[in-house]
């Protein structure tokens, strides 16, 4: 499975950016994809998540009424749209998928198999 995220960039405080990811299959292997965050000298942190079939939607609560998650089947996609960005959002984002049978949970990053690359996000005051 590859993954690859974009749409990273650099906005003042109070803008947007939408960044995608494209995953070179939807199977049992990528049910749910998500989206986490590391700030530099932090831990890698759960953002939002969803599933292909239904579309499900998680997100963590720092985020929540900001950010939203969607995917476009079609295109194997899926977005992060980010909306009143902060510089506290100012972090490397990275994708990642999680097979139906895999154990953990959506939130932590030891349930997730697949991971993309990461870009890089920087919210200035």
């Known amino acids: 499975v590859q993954l690859q995220a974009s749409g990273g960039g650099l906005v003042q405080a109070g803008g947007s950016l939408r960044l995608s990811c494209a995953a070179s299959?939807?199977?049992?292997?990528?049910?749910?994809m998500g989206w986490f965050r590391q700030a530099s000298g932090k831990e890698r942190e759960f953002v939002a998540a969803?599933?292909?079939?239904?579309?499900?939607?998680y997100y963590a609560d720092s985020v929540k009424g900001r950010f939203t998650i969607s995917r476009d089947n079609a295109k194997n996609t899926v977005y992060l749209q980010m909306n009143s960005l902060r510089p506290e959002d100012t972090a490397v984002y990275y994708c990642?998928?999680?097979?139906?049978?895999?154990?953990?949970?959506?939130?932590?990053?030891?349930?997730?198999?697949?991971w993309g690359q990461g870009t890089q996000v920087t919210v200035s005051s």
């Open positions: 969803i599933t292909w079939s239904v579309g499900n939607t």
């Open positions: 990642a998928a999680k097979s139906l049978s895999s154990s953990g949970t959506v939130y932590t990053t030891t349930g997730y198999d697949y």
């Open positions: 299959e939807r199977t049992r292997s990528t049910y749910f």
